[in-house]
């Protein structure tokens, strides 16, 4: 990707926040914007500015891989440690994953916390 379509994507990034997070309305008004009076490389700035939206979404989802039935009060102590752990609001998405044998596993965008047992063996 050349440097006017990451920087174009990058500024394009940086007006959809509001509130610290990527709000729908100014993505939409953007790409309505972008429409209308599409830049040179059009479709190498949407592809680029799709997968920065892309990437800063994930960030928001957490996966929690779980073996067995998981208590909510543990889902609840997790959501906590990773607001806190973030400084932003992370959303879980408990997922039932019977190859763990035991234990957790947490995935956010690139980062993952594996206390699995599958996790240890390997």
């Known amino acids: ?3 006017f379509v990451n920087n174009f994507s990058k500024k394009l990034l940086s007006l959809s926040y509001d509130h610290g997070r990527i709000s729908e309305e100014k993505v939409s008004a953007i790409l309505s914007t972008l429409k209308s ?6 479709k190498s700035i949407l592809k680029s500015y799709f997968q920065k939206i892309r990437t800063e979404l994930l960030k928001e989802y957490a996966k929690v891989e779980h073996a067995g039935p998981l208590d909510h009060s543990l889902l609840s ?18 997922v039932e994953n019977p190859d763990l044998l035991a234990g957790i596993k947490i995935s956010i965008a690139d980062d993952i916390w594996d206390s699995s047992v599958s996790g240890q063996l390997q």
């Open 37 to 42: 009076n599409p830049p040179h490389q059009f």
């Open 1 to 3: 990707m050349n440097s």
């Open 77 to 94: 102590q997790i959501q906590i440690d990773l607001n806190n752990y973030y400084n932003r609001s992370i959303h879980l998405i408990p």
